[in-house]
């Protein structure tokens, strides 16, 4: 037994001796990891004592907002379930955003009331899509019937959650209504052509960047 025993420690020696850098460095991280919490005891001692009430006030926060918490988030997941389908014309939107945002400041004369960029719109053209919104007119009837000095544009009246534009498909008063965005998508199948996709339509920015061009300090070629 006594030699196994020496055979065995020599082994435990050697692999001491191999590893003895490490050994060192590890004692010096501990060194400092000790002198790191000396300096910082007293921090440490300050969230020990104040840990105890923010987990109160959390713990509030939770208890009394719970019930709104639970509905905006329920509304939060309806929205999101809506948006999912238009997604794919939400993204150029929020790409195209940030950019037009940043030019703003540059598109206004410091010297004067005056503009560095021309904004040409789109009046009717196509014009708005009015099928399908009878609804809504009903309900302002039905609201001006009962109040004769009734102002939709001041006054709150319900919505009209059945609206949508109800256009048959192609035509051009709907090519903006918001259920045509997911045929955009090359994965949705579209009832006018059951052949597959390869590609999407694209979205043609290149008029709207010429225009924005000058903004940035760039020249359109």
């Given at each position: 037994?006594?030699?196994?025993?020496?055979?065995?420690?020599?082994?435990?020696?050697?692999?001491?001796?191999?590893?003895?850098?490490?050994?060192?460095?590890?004692?010096?991280?501990?060194?400092?990891?000790?002198?790191?919490?000396?300096?910082s005891d007293p921090d440490i001692r300050r969230v020990i004592d104040n840990g105890i009430p923010?987990?109160?006030?959390?713990?509030?926060?939770?208890?009394?907002?719970?019930?709104?918490?639970?509905?905006?988030?329920?509304?939060?997941?309806?929205?999101?379930?809506?948006?999912?389908?238009?997604?794919?014309?939400?993204?150029?939107?929020?790409?195209?955003?940030?950019?037009?945002?940043?030019?703003?400041?540059?598109?206004?004369?410091?010297?004067?009331?005056?503009?560095?960029?021309?904004?040409?719109?789109?009046?009717?053209?196509?014009?708005?899509?009015?099928?399908?919104?009878?609804?809504?007119?009903?309900?302002?009837?039905?609201?001006?019937?009962?109040?004769?000095?009734?102002?939709?544009?001041?006054?709150?009246?319900?919505v009209n959650v059945a609206a949508s534009c109800l256009a048959p498909q192609g035509s051009e008063?709907?090519?903006?209504?918001?259920?045509?965005?997911?045929?955009?998508?090359?994965?949705?199948?579209?009832p006018w052509d059951d052949k597959p996709k390869v590609d999407p339509d694209k979205l043609n920015?290149?008029?709207?960047?010429?225009?924005?061009?000058?903004?940035?300090?760039?020249?359109?070629?």
């Open positions: 037994q006594t030699l196994g025993l020496i055979r065995d420690s020599q082994t435990v020696l050697t692999t001491q001796s191999d590893q003895s850098s490490a050994i060192k460095q590890f004692s010096t991280d501990l060194d400092a990891l000790a002198a790191q919490l000396r300096t923010a987990s109160e006030q959390v713990g509030a926060l939770v208890r009394d907002g719970g019930p709104s918490l639970t509905t905006d988030l329920s509304n939060l997941a309806s929205t999101a379930r809506t948006l999912t389908p238009r997604t794919i014309a939400l993204q150029p939107l929020l790409i195209f955003m940030p950019g037009l945002a940043a030019g703003i400041p540059s598109a206004i004369e410091a010297d004067g009331p005056s503009q560095r960029q021309g904004l040409v719109l789109e009046t009717n053209a196509p014009f708005p899509c009015t099928v399908g919104y009878e609804g809504t007119m009903a309900i302002l009837d039905e609201m001006k019937r009962k109040d004769p000095n009734f102002d939709d544009t001041q006054q709150d009246f319900p008063t709907g090519v903006r209504s918001a259920n045509r965005v997911v045929f955009a998508d090359p994965n949705t199948p579209q920015l290149n008029p709207i960047a010429t225009q924005l061009a000058p903004s940035f300090g760039a020249t359109p070629k």
